[in-house]
């Protein structure tokens, strides 16, 4: 079976944050790590990919914000529910 470019270009990933982007569990991890991993991930995106990270580690609210104004990409949305931060990042 022979796929139209329609199909094929229907399965790029998608750019934007939609209901299938999974979080990258950083729960129970402690100051720098969350930060640490954080950082290597977005080493490894291209430019416009969106990564959405959960933590635990209240020191976060501070450390990812601070490493996203360094690394230049832009944080587009926090939140809190319980314990649970979570941030998502687009790389730039």
Do not use: H
């Amino acid at each position: 079976m022979v796929k139209s470019k329609s199909e094929s270009k229907a399965k790029k990933p998608a750019a934007r944050p939609s209901a299938e982007t999974e979080a990258v569990n950083m729960r129970g991890l402690k100051c720098p790590l969350p930060t640490l991993k954080t950082k290597k991930l977005l080493s490894k995106m291209a430019a416009g990919e969106v990564l959405v990270i959960e933590c635990t580690d209240p020191l976060t609210t501070i450390d990812i914000p601070n490493l996203i104004r360094e690394t230049g990409d832009k944080l587009e949305d926090s939140s809190q529910k319980g314990r649970v931060l979570t941030f998502t990042i687009r790389k730039r």
